[in-house]
Antibody, heavy 122, light 113 residues
Framework: EVQLLESGGDLVQPGGSLRLSCVGSGFTFGAYAMTWVRQAPGKGLEWVSGITGGAGSTYFADSVKGRFTISRDDSRNTLYLEMNNLRVEDTALYYC???????????????WGQGTPVTVSS | DIVMTQSPDSLAVSLGERATISCRSSQSVLYRSNNKSYLAWYQQKPGQSPKLLIYWASTREFGVPDRFSGSGSGTDFTLTISTLQADDVAVYYCQQFYSTPPTFGQGTKVEIK
């Protein structure tokens, strides 16, 4: 059974930084693209960032480009999201999601974690 | 970016009745070389994370009840719940995976009438 367990969410002041982690199990972690999707309170789903399986090409939503970094450690089955210069509008529940294959394009979100909450507030 | 628009924003359906949700993309998500539409549907129950229901517009994920069906091609898609059960109360999202960034519809909330 695929399991994704996120951690690292917290309350942080505007301009602050956080690092989110997601540990995957039940599948060959390195063979799949992995992504972060967020959901602001009472709102819909917004894709944030993704990293392909294998070569590890990275992709970012325009709203976070230049502030967020995504990486993966396949030896630890772990996905990371480094978030810098956080803004109030980054407040959301951050989901880790496994794609259906190693590529970003042409693949769907096959499995989701339970999410980790990030609150940006002074 | 491809914009996904769902309708309605919410609907209330009696138990055992049909629920129909529409999704439209701002450009075609049909890949002509394989004749597949790059469209998925997800279900998010209250307090839970999203769950994949359908991909390739009409292929049910393993374990998804057959009362859920997807149809459509190109830019216009439909999710149908043939006989609504109490367990189907949720928000449903369509999503295109034709191009990066992947984009979602705004969601449709399904309730019991």
């Amino acid at each position: 059974e695929v399991q994704l367990l996120e951690s690292g969410g917290d309350l942080v002041q505007p301009g602050g930084s956080l690092r989110l982690s997601c540990v995957g199990s039940g599948f060959t972690f390195g063979a799949y693209a992995m992504t972060w999707v967020r959901q602001a309170p009472g709102k819909g789903l917004e894709w944030v960032s993704g990293i392909t399986g294998g070569a590890g090409s990275t992709y970012f939503a325009d709203s976070v480009k230049g502030r967020f970094t995504i990486s993966r450690d396949d030896s630890r089955n772990t996905l990371y999201l480094e978030m810098n210069n956080l803004r109030v509008e980054d407040t959301a529940l951050y989901y880790c999601a496994k794609k259906s294959d190693r590529a970003m394009a042409g693949t769907w979100f096959a499995s989701w974690g339970q999410g980790t909450p990030v609150t940006v507030s002074s | 970016d491809i914009v996904m628009t769902q309708s309605p924003d919410s609907l209330a359906v009696s138990l055992g009745e049909r629920a129909t949700i529409s999704c439209r993309s701002s450009q075609s998500v049909l890949y002509r070389s394989n004749n597949k539409s790059y469209l998925a549907w997800y279900q998010q129950k209250p307090g839970q994370s999203p769950k994949l229901l359908i991909y390739w517009a009409s292929t049910r994920e393993f374990g998804v009840p057959d009362r859920f069906s997807g149809s459509g091609s190109g830019t216009d898609f439909t999710l149908t719940i043939s006989t609504l059960q109490a367990d189907d109360v949720a928000v449903y999202y369509c999503q295109q995976f034709y191009s990066t960034p992947p984009t979602f519809g705004q969601g449709t909330k399904v309730e019991i009438k």
